[in-house]
């Protein structure tokens, strides 16, 4: 059995802790977009980009990258990392403006998509960072994790959508100081 989500045509979403054996209680966070790569993210912010032109708004890509456990601990399991990115999805989700768009790439990162200038960025940025430098984001599930974070803005740091994922992506930096 597949514990990934399958890209489709729609936004695909991450099934519950429960499906997969998990004796967890369910978020009940499911509105979660899903891509399976940078140029599938690229897609979705070009379209951004095209209405936020028209409305005369800035965009700007925040990349997060969730690393989970330690050397030498066990690893963790298909269906545990689906439960624990739905819970840090779910987590992020709450610490960004109901404007922004949270889209999870793959099976260990997400994109934050907002409509916002460089500036702006930086601002969610900076709390981001906080917030985590203050508590683990997997705090409570007895599993460590870890966060990096990138950025990029139009039209600073690319001018297509492509672009200005693959900025972000590039721009990943660990989270320093203690979680």
Do not use: C
């Not at 936004?11 to 997969?20: E, F, K, V």
């Not at 840090?88 to 793959?106: H, K, M, N, P, Y």
Request: aromatic share 6%; proline share 7%; glycine share 10%.
């Amino acid at each position: 059995m597949s514990f990934e989500p399958t890209p489709s045509s729609s936004a695909a979403t991450l099934p519950p802790a429960a499906a997969h054996g998990l004796d967890v209680p369910d978020s009940g966070f499911t509105p979660l977009a899903w891509v399976e790569s940078p140029g599938d993210l690229g897609l979705r912010v070009s379209r951004l980009l095209g209405r936020s032109r028209r409305q005369g708004d800035r965009v700007s890509v925040l990349w997060l990258r969730l690393e989970m456990g330690e050397a030498g601990t066990p690893p963790v399991t298909p269906a545990l990392r689906a439960y624990l990115m739905r819970t840090f999805g779910a987590r992020l989700f709450r610490s960004v403006r109901s404007t922004d768009e949270v889209v999870q790439i793959g099976t260990h990162e997400y994109a934050l998509l907002l409509t916002a200038n460089k500036a702006e960025s930086a601002v969610v940025e900076k709390r981001l960072r906080h917030q985590w430098l203050e508590r683990d984001p997997l705090e409570g599930s007895g599993v460590r994790g870890r966060v990096s974070l990138g950025a990029a803005s139009f039209p600073e740091d690319g001018r297509s959508g492509v672009e200005l994922a693959l900025a972000a992506k590039a721009g990943l930096q660990p989270l320093t100081g203690t979680l």
